[in-house]
C-alpha cells in the first residue's frame, strides 16, 4: 500500500523541541524529493521543509529557517523534521508529502498528519 505513516507530535511547551518522523511505504522512497507542510485552522497549507533525495539540498520556509531541520534516511524511508525553539505560532498539524509517479502520472501523495500544539 503507498502511503506516510507520521509520528511524534504532541504537547510541547514554548521554547521547546520535537522530532516529527514520516515512514513512506510502497513505492521507492529515495526516487523521491520529500516535504512537510503544516496547516493550522483557518490557515492556508503552508510548505515548511524540502528535501531532496539524496538529502544533499534543502529548503526552509522562512518562518522556520534557523530552527527547524529536515533529513532523511533512505534506508528506513523515513524524513524527519527536527523543531527546535519552538513558538505557539509554530502550533499546527504537520503532514508529510511527495509528488510520486503513479499510472503515467505524478500526484500528490499525503500523510494523515500528526498534531503539534505548543503551549505553557
Known amino acids: 500500500q503507498v502511503q506516510f505513516v507520521e509520528s511524534g507530535g504532541g504537547l510541547v511547551q514554548p521554547g521547546g523541541s520535537l522530532r516529527l518522523s514520516c515512514t513512506a511505504s510502497g513505492f521507492i522512497f529515495s526516487n523521491y524529493d520529500m516535504n512537510w507542510y503544516r496547516q493550522a485552522p483557518g490557515k492556508e497549507r503552508e510548505l515548511v521543509a524540502t528535501?531532496?533525495?539524496?538529502?544533499?539540498?534543502?529548503k526552509y520556509a522562512d518562518s522556520v529557517k534557523g530552527r527547524f531541520t529536515i533529513s532523511r534516511d533512505n534506508d528506513k524511508n523515513t524524513v524527519y523534521l527536527q523543531m527546535n525553539s519552538l513558538t505557539p505560532d509554530d502550533a499546527a498539524t504537520y503532514l508529510c508529502?511527495?509528488?510520486?509517479?503513479?499510472?503515467?502520472?505524478?500526484?500528490?501523495?499525503w500523510g494523515q498528519g500528526t498534531q503539534v500544539t505548543v503551549s505553557s
Open positions: 528535501i531532496t533525495t539524496s538529502g544533499r539540498s534543502t
Open positions: 508529502h511527495a509528488l510520486i509517479w503513479r499510472s503515467w502520472s505524478l500526484v500528490p501523495l
